[in-house]
């Protein structure tokens, strides 16, 4: 699957290791309502193409979904700072 790195010299490798850094990084810091988006833009940084597409729960299982999301956060990063900004 990773055979087009074998073709790649050094310079080319660590072009491609900041570009795929530079988008976890934005991925990173997201915030807010951000967190909660689809973000096919990183996933099209690989250098296969996928016509998958996810599957999406029902409202009230996603809606679940998100809640216990939220409640990781507060389990997790229990002193982030919060907001009461609406999408």
Request: charged fraction near 25%.
């Amino acid at each position: 699957m990773d055979s087009d790195l074998d073709g790649m010299g050094r310079e080319q490798l660590v072009a491609d290791v900041v570009r795929l850094r530079n988008a976890i990084r934005a991925h990173r810091d997201c915030s807010g309502h951000d967190l909660c988006w689809h973000h096919p833009q990183l996933w099209s940084l690989l250098p296969e193409q996928s016509a998958a597409q996810p599957v999406v729960p029902d409202w009230p299982a996603f809606l679940r979904g998100c809640i216990r999301y939220r409640q990781s956060l507060d389990e997790q990063l229990p002193d982030t700072p919060r907001s009461g900004e609406e999408y």
